[in-house]
C-alpha cells in the first residue's frame, strides 16, 4: 500500500472542500471497497477523507411520504428497518442479497453506490483495463467474459456494476443529493447517476470533482408484491450472473430492473409496460440493444426465466 495522508472532518461541505483542494482525494467510510483495491494498489489515493464523524447515519420520513436515507447508514440497518422492510421490500431484499453480514455491517448507502464497476480483468493488474489505466485497452474483449455485461456496454469496457442495492434504488426511482465544495446541493435522479461506459469508462457516475453524496431519497411507497430474486454461483458472498428486482401491483403491472447484465441497474420503463404480458416481451425490449459475447449470451435467457419465476411468485 502506498503511503498517503488522512483527515477528519466535521461537516460535509468541509470534506467537499477537501476533497477539491487534494489532488487524487478520497472519501472514505465504510471502506469495504476502497481499502481492498488500496491493498492491491489498483487505488492509490493521497490523501483520505474520514466522514464518518458526519452526522448522515439518520433514516428519516419526508414531507411527501418517502424516507431519507443518510449516507452514512449501514447496510445491515437499513436491511433492518421496519418502515423499509414494510414499504420497500424489494430494497431490504436486495441489501440482504450482498456480500456477507460482516461487510452489510460496515458498508455505507453511500459506498454502496459508489462501488467501482469492476470485472477479474479489472484486479489483475498485469492485464490492460480502461477502467484501471484509461486508453489501455479492456483485456476482456477477447478474454473470459461469462460474467460480463451483455448490454449497455462498449468497445472500451464490458464491466458490471456489482451492487445489489442500486438495482432496487433504481426500481424505486430514488433521488441521490449532494453536496459540492462551494456549499451548494443538487439532487440527482438515480437513473440519471451512472454514466455509460463509452471511452470513458473510468468515469463512472455524473459526480462532479468534490461532490459529496448526503443523502438518497425515496419516493412514497409503490405498493404491490416485492421481490428481489439473485442468480449466482454460489449461495453467498458473490455477485449476481443476473437478478431481478419487482414490483408487480394487483392488477398485474409492474416495474422491473435487473442486475448483473449491464454497467448500471438496468431498467427502461418501456418494459415495464410489458409486464402484463409476460417476461418474454418485457425481455424483449430490454435486450433488444444486447450485444452479448459467445460465453455470456446465456444471461438473455437466465434472465427472462429468472423474471418468468418472479412474475408466477407475484401472481400466485
Known amino acids: 500500500?502506498?503511503?498517503?495522508?488522512?483527515?477528519?472532518?466535521?461537516?460535509?461541505?468541509?470534506?467537499?472542500?477537501?476533497?477539491?483542494?487534494?489532488?487524487?482525494?478520497?472519501?472514505?467510510?465504510?471502506?469495504?471497497?476502497?481499502?481492498?483495491?488500496?491493498?492491491?494498489?489498483?487505488?492509490?489515493?493521497?490523501?483520505?477523507?474520514?466522514?464518518?464523524?458526519?452526522?448522515?447515519?439518520?433514516?428519516?420520513?419526508?414531507q411527501e411520504g418517502g424516507l431519507r436515507i443518510g449516507a452514512l447508514v449501514r447496510n445491515t440497518d437499513l436491511a433492518a428497518d421496519s418502515r423499509v422492510r414494510r414499504d420497500y421490500g424489494v430494497l431490504s431484499r436486495a441489501l440482504l442479497a450482498g456480500a456477507s453480514g460482516q461487510l452489510r455491517n460496515q458498508a455505507t448507502t453511500a459506498g454502496n453506490l459508489l462501488q467501482r464497476t469492476r470485472c477479474p480483468y479489472f484486479y489483475d493488474t498485469n492485464q490492460p483495463c480502461n477502467k484501471r489505466l484509461p486508453g489501455s485497452g479492456c483485456a476482456a474483449l477477447d478474454g473470459f467474459?461469462?460474467?460480463?455485461?451483455?448490454?449497455?456496454?462498449?468497445?472500451?469496457?464490458?464491466?458490471?456494476?456489482?451492487?445489489?442495492?442500486?438495482?432496487?434504488?433504481?426500481?424505486?426511482?430514488?433521488?441521490?443529493?449532494?453536496?459540492?465544495?462551494?456549499?451548494?446541493?443538487?439532487?440527482?435522479?438515480?437513473?440519471?447517476?451512472?454514466?455509460?461506459?463509452?471511452?470513458?469508462?473510468?468515469?463512472?457516475?455524473?459526480?462532479?470533482?468534490?461532490?459529496?453524496i448526503i443523502a438518497v431519497t425515496l419516493p412514497p411507497p409503490l405498493g404491490g408484491t416485492h421481490i428481489y430474486r439473485k442468480v449466482r454461483d454460489r449461495a453467498s458472498y458473490a455477485f449476481a450472473l443476473v437478478s431481478v428486482a419487482a414490483v408487480i401491483f394487483p392488477d398485474k403491472s409492474g416495474r422491473v430492473a435487473l442486475g448483473g447484465v449491464a454497467h448500471k441497474p438496468w431498467r427502461l420503463e418501456d418494459a415495464d409496460k410489458e409486464i402484463i404480458h409476460g417476461a418474454q416481451p418485457v425481455c424483449d425490449r430490454l435486450f433488444a440493444s444486447a450485444q452479448p459475447t459467445a460465453e455470456n449470451e446465456y444471461k438473455i435467457t437466465l434472465a427472462k426465466r429468472t423474471l418468468a419465476s418472479v412474475l408466477a411468485e407475484a401472481r400466485g
Do not use: W
Open 1 to 62: 500500500m502506498k503511503a498517503f495522508t488522512y483527515e477528519r472532518v466535521k461537516t460535509p461541505v468541509e470534506a467537499a472542500a477537501s476533497a477539491l483542494q487534494h489532488s487524487g482525494a478520497k472519501f472514505i467510510a465504510g471502506g469495504t471497497n476502497l481499502l481492498d483495491l488500496m491493498k492491491l494498489e489498483i487505488e492509490a489515493p493521497s490523501h483520505l477523507i474520514d466522514v464518518n464523524g458526519l452526522e448522515l447515519d439518520k433514516i428519516e420520513a419526508t
Open 145 to 212: 467474459s461469462r460474467q460480463h455485461a451483455v448490454v449497455g456496454a462498449s468497445d472500451d469496457c464490458i464491466a458490471t456494476h456489482p451492487s445489489d442495492m442500486a438495482v432496487a434504488m433504481r426500481l424505486l426511482d430514488a433521488v441521490v443529493e449532494t453536496v459540492s465544495p462551494d456549499g451548494s446541493e443538487r439532487t440527482i435522479p438515480i437513473a440519471d447517476f451512472y454514466r455509460a461506459p463509452g471511452n470513458t469508462p473510468h468515469l463512472e457516475t455524473v459526480l462532479h470533482p468534490g461532490e459529496l
